[in-house]
């Protein structure tokens, strides 16, 4: 009878190993799944149990792994008792010829390490002999009256022992040197044939019970941490009247201390995590503040004023498969079409995921109060269906590399913008037109008038659409009013102060907008946007 039993394993883990007798498995990893923040490995592996109670384990698990995420399933004539996980420090003792090489070679570094034992008792001797032998001729110095044939004596004795000395010791050092390196020399064969102690790692310890010799099949699935994958796109645009390619790729880096050779990987949009605890909303209280507004108004943050009522034009992609592709109600996977081998190095090893060829609509933008350049963006609708996550992005035109921007779909608007690069053929000036704006004070009440030019110039040979983003300044104060004058047929958003043109501008030509408004305050204060 075949029986499959799928089991999380620490409902049983802590039972006592031991009792029966102990059977190693061969297994390998055979599928890799990498989550934002975490791997599960799946490692396989068959034997053959005798009658009764039998413990197998698995050997050379990453002491990565999460232990309480281990599943268990086995087919075969057998019923599993029990299942745990312990740490082998690999204290493994060779065998066979090897065996006799390694205590060859341990033998071989004890007699040099008792002769490098001896080298220096020789030359602390000798060292010693040297201090002895200056020791006397500071005692000798203050004699006066010397003959010349006793301070020629004296001499010849102090250079000729000295010598002696000295070159004694010499050789001491030539051959601590040489018999160093025969040390590490043994070493290193030691290495090659693999270190008696070398990094711990885990075991996978099943128990199982069988009334005869079967043969039975075991598959482990588990978690480890220190693996992790990021997004990354190529984005390759021809013109300006062609779809984007769009390639997503994943960054995939471990450091489990486990090679992962030949081995069937797939990437996942899912963050694993142990903390289940439902969020528990907490009293908030009302208080006064002071405000200070530091938005950048070209960014993604919420109040990105591109990302408010943009036109949505809806196109099906069309898609170049590379991974099998599947889709849940809260992940995503892609499975890549061939095998991988991605060592423990904490590397980047990049895989293709997927290519997309993606309808768009290219426009110039324009926020000339932040950079007096024209970008030309490609818009995006629909972009969910398309599983991006947030991640950089290469940027390419036609065979030039633009640069690289950081793609990110996570934003409440209909259209996901991609920079396409500036355009230095559009020329774009913008001014405060100085005869059109000041200040009066009328019953208490300061009114300041703005009004600024915008100048946009078309140097291509082909016509643009292109549009300007500005800006109104908004007022938190009742006592501090805003007044827009005129906005040269802008859209305005009051709620935002947003100024957006649409419009679009032939080749070799140019055009100018304007727009004012004023700001009334009490007399004698000061304002100024913030």
């Known amino acids: 009878m075949m029986n499959r039993i799928v089991i999380a394993c620490m409902a049983i883990m802590f039972v006592h190993f031991g009792m029966a007798q102990e059977l190693k498995v061969s297994n390998k990893l055979t599928d890799i799944t990498v989550y934002r923040n975490m791997a599960k490995e799946t490692r396989a592996g068959a034997i053959t149990i005798p009658a009764g109670t039998t413990d197998i384990y698995f050997p050379g698990v990453s002491t990565a792994m999460n232990d309480m995420s281990l599943q268990i399933a086995a087919k075969g004539d057998a019923v599993l008792l029990a299942a745990g996980v312990r740490i082998n420090y690999n204290f493994e003792e060779l065998s066979g010829e090897k065996q006799r090489n390694y205590q060859a070679y341990q033998d071989s570094m004890v007699e040099i390490n008792r002769k490098l034992n001896w080298i220096q008792h020789e030359s602390g001797v000798y060292e010693g002999e040297l201090a002895l032998v200056e020791r006397l001729l500071q005692v000798a110095a203050p004699k006066e009256n010397y003959k010349p044939d006793e301070l020629n004596q004296m001499a010849e004795i102090y250079r000729v022992r000295m010598l002696d000395l000295k070159k004694r010791l010499f050789q001491l050092q030539n051959n601590t040197d040489a018999l160093s390196l025969r040390h590490q020399h043994f070493q290193n064969l030691i290495n090659e044939l693999g270190n008696r102690q070398s990094s711990p790692t885990k075991e996978i310890v099943l128990s199982f019970y069988a009334e ?29 009247t062609q779809p984007v390619n769009l390639t997503y790729k994943a960054a995939i880096t471990q450091n489990t201390g486990i090679d992962w050779k030949d081995v069937q990987v797939a990437v996942s949009t899912a963050t694993p995590s142990f903390n289940n605890n439902r ?25 990105n004023m591109m990302q408010v009522n943009n036109d949505a034009i809806v196109a099906k992609p069309n898609i170049e498969t590379t991974a099998n592709i599947i ?100 020329v774009v000036k913008r001014c405060r037109v100085t005869n059109k704006t000041g200040k009066k004070v009328l019953s208490g009440v300061e009114t300041e008038e703005f009004v600024y030019e915008i100048k946009v110039r078309n140097n291509k040979s082909v016509a643009i659409d292109i549009e300007v983003l500005d800006q109104v300044p908004l007022t938190r104060r009742k006592e501090i009013v805003v007044k827009v004058d005129d906005v040269d047929g802008a859209k305005y958003n009051k709620e935002y102060g947003k100024l957006l043109w649409n419009f679009k501008l032939p080749a070799n030509s140019d055009k100018a907008i304007r727009f004012g408004y004023s700001v009334e305050y009490p007399e004698g204060k000061q304002v100024a946007e913030q």
């Open 327 to 426: 889709e849940s109600d809260i992940m995503v996977e892609f499975e890549l079409a061939n095998r991988q081998s991605i060592p423990s190095d904490g590397k980047s090893h990049v895989c293709k995921l997927t290519e997309y060829k993606v309808p768009a609509t290219y426009r110039y933008h324009v926020v000339a109060k932040l950079d007096p350049t024209a970008f030309l963006l490609a818009r995006i609708t629909d972009y969910g269906k398309y599983n991006l996550l947030d991640g950089s992005a290469n940027i390419f035109f036609g065979d030039m590399y633009v640069g690289q921007v950081q793609l990110n779909p996570q934003t409440t608007s209909d259209t996901l913008l991609l920079s396409l690069g500036r355009d230095e053929k559009i």
């Open 279 to 303: 969020p528990i909303l907490q009293p908030k209280y009302i208080d006064y503040v002071t405000y200070r507004i530091t938005e950048n108004f070209y960014s993604n943050s919420a109040t």
């Open 212 to 240: 005869r010799e079967t043969f039975i099949n075991v598959k482990t699935t588990y978690l480890v941490n220190n693996a992790t994958w990021v997004p990354m796109y190529d984005v390759n645009v021809e013109n300006i």
